[in-house]
């Protein structure tokens, strides 16, 4: 089935902008980034932002723009049966446009993926390939899906403690 993904949710100051690959079945049913249950992405701004997962999902966004982040996925659209990234179509993918959303957003510094396959995705077709119009910073940071439960919420909320981190950077 061929999905597509949402628009990128980035204020005009964003700094920082996290990457995932394509939102899962259950986010674009629910057209809301990161809503399935499991997902830890939520849990995880609350953690480091303070951004509480039990708010309403526009606040959400709101309260994460106002702290310089933003969201948005690699892939525009692909094929793909069911949730999962190993799933996706090699063949279909057509990306973002990057180049764009860099010069509208020029204060964009950190590109953080979500998982390796964000980021892997991200050097095969647009790493190189894009003219961008300057070289944020990139950062992997350990997915936080239910696909990926191997990794314990301590040793995620270590790595994504790099997110604050950047933003005091700027």
């Excluded at 990234?85 to 953080?112: G, K």
């Amino acid at each position: 089935m061929q999905v597509n993904c949402f628009a990128p949710v980035v204020a005009a100051d964003c700094r920082l902008l996290i990457l995932g690959s394509m939102p899962g079945q259950r986010s674009l049913d629910a057209q809301a980034y990161y809503a399935h249950p499991q997902n830890r992405f939520w849990p995880m701004m609350e953690t480091l932002f303070g951004v509480a997962a039990s708010l309403p999902y526009e606040t959400r966004l709101q309260q994460l723009q106002a702290q310089g982040v933003g969201i948005w996925d690699v892939l525009n659209q692909c094929f793909r049966i069911g949730s999962l990234d190993s799933e996706i179509e090699e063949d279909s993918i057509i990306v973002n446009d990057f180049a764009s959303l860099l010069h509208a957003h020029p204060h964009i510094r950190h590109i953080c993926f979500n998982g390796a396959k964000a980021e892997q995705t991200y050097q095969r077709y647009v790493a190189g390939k894009a003219q961008l119009p300057y070289q944020p910073q990139y950062h992997r940071l350990p997915s936080t899906s239910p696909a990926n439960a191997s990794i314990p919420w301590a040793n995620k909320v270590a790595a994504w403690q790099l997110l604050p981190a950047l933003l005091k950077l700027n």
